[in-house]
């Protein structure tokens, strides 16, 4: 279980503990299991499972599930499932990048930016190289996606300035960079964007690129935050949870959670629903949870698909449904398993 802090325009990139070895077996465990040769597919991935590879305990959890070369087991399957959909890291991150409109017919209005691109305008720059990045109306390519923020920056641009900072964040198209992300969030926020100051809080709470700075981190999440940025909401609720850089004060880490909430973000429902599963800071309501954790979990968020797996494994505040705890932990697992998430925030460990 775990608090999360929001990164707008981050993605999470998680590690598949596979070393080139892993990836070598798993990929004749693969050919195995397409011809049904079971009991050769279980002899790569055993190992792999002992290991602690994250791939291997989907696969084999999919076995289990469908007795195929195993007796099948639903339990088995779903401790595997929950096994694969762990994770260490202490940070999630998502992409919310923003561009100048969302296009009716995408293919159309690219072909319509790049022509503008290539003439100047450093909007449409920006636009081009979020469509690059995301493969709207054109093939992914980070390449482009990197060339045309830079064009963009040249220009001042300072969503572009956020984009380009995002890729450096992460070494998307780019080898890893915190340095001169942190260089392109400051910059950006020097212009007042409040997506950049939300995102240089981040790596203030975090350390990343310089010393944690919990009282600068919340400087900058109040300056968004007044500006109508609602991950900034949801991350100063955190600050007020944890006492980091602010007055330890779950009053407001529920009101500022709630606000957030009550814009749709998913990271504030999910967190707000960690509170009223433990009863920190609020009275103890399993039924309010599994609620905030099912509007966190239609959109897509990973960690609420976990909550609430537990939560129908075990009948806490919802009917005990082992078909639906399945579904929930084997969506989860094949989340992790995408190499880039749409996830927005860093965690606490709690339970």
Not at 47 to 74: C, D, R, W
Not at 160 to 171: I, P, S, T
Request: hydrophobic letters at 35%; one cysteine or more; a positive charge.
């Amino acid at each position: 279980m775990a608090f999360f802090l929001i990164f707008t325009l981050m993605f999470g990139v998680l590690a598949n503990n596979c070393f080139a070895s892993d990836s070598e077996d798993l990929r004749q465990a693969q050919k195995a299991y397409d011809v049904k040769d079971y009991q050769k597919a279980l002899n790569y991935l055993q190992p792999l499972v002992k290991k602690g590879n994250k791939q291997a305990e989907f696969e084999l959890g999919t076995m289990y599930e469908l007795g195929h070369g195993v007796p099948q087991s639903i339990s088995k399957a779903m401790e595997l499932y929950k096994r694969a959909s762990s994770t260490k890291s202490p940070m999630h991150l998502s992409v919310h990048l923003t561009y100048t409109n969302k296009p009716d017919n995408p293919a159309k209005q690219f072909k319509i930016w790049l022509s503008q691109a290539m003439d100047g305008d450093n909007l449409a720059q920006n636009d081009v190289g979020y469509c690059y990045l995301k493969g709207i109306g054109t093939k992914t390519d980070y390449t482009e996606a990197k060339k045309w923020f830079k064009e963009a920056v040249k220009q001042n641009n300072d969503n572009a300035m956020v984009n380009l900072g995002f890729m450096y964040q992460n070494g998307a198209g780019t080898e890893q960079d915190l340095a001169k992300a942190a260089k392109l969030y400051e910059q950006a926020s020097n212009m007042n964007n409040i997506v950049a100051k939300n995102n240089l809080g981040v790596m203030y709470v975090r350390g990343l690129a310089f010393a944690p700075n919990y009282s600068e981190a919340a400087k900058l999440f109040k300056d968004a935050s007044d500006a109508g940025n609602v991950d900034a909401l949801s991350n100063l609720g955190y600050l007020y949870q944890n006492g980091f850089g602010v007055p330890k004060d779950m009053s407001k880490a529920v009101r500022y959670y709630l606000k957030s909430a009550g814009y749709g973000n998913a990271a504030a429902r999910y967190n707000l629903g960690y509170m009223y599963q433990t009863g920190n800071g609020v009275n103890k309501n399993y039924a309010k949870a599994a609620r905030l954790y099912e509007l966190a979990a239609k959109d897509g968020y990973p960690e609420a698909q976990n909550c609430l797996g537990f939560m129908y494994q075990n009948g806490i505040g919802v009917p005990k449904d082992y078909k639906l705890a399945l579904k929930y932990y084997k969506d989860l697992a094949k989340k992790r398993q995408a190499m880039m998430m749409p996830v927005t925030s860093l965690e606490n460990y709690g339970i």
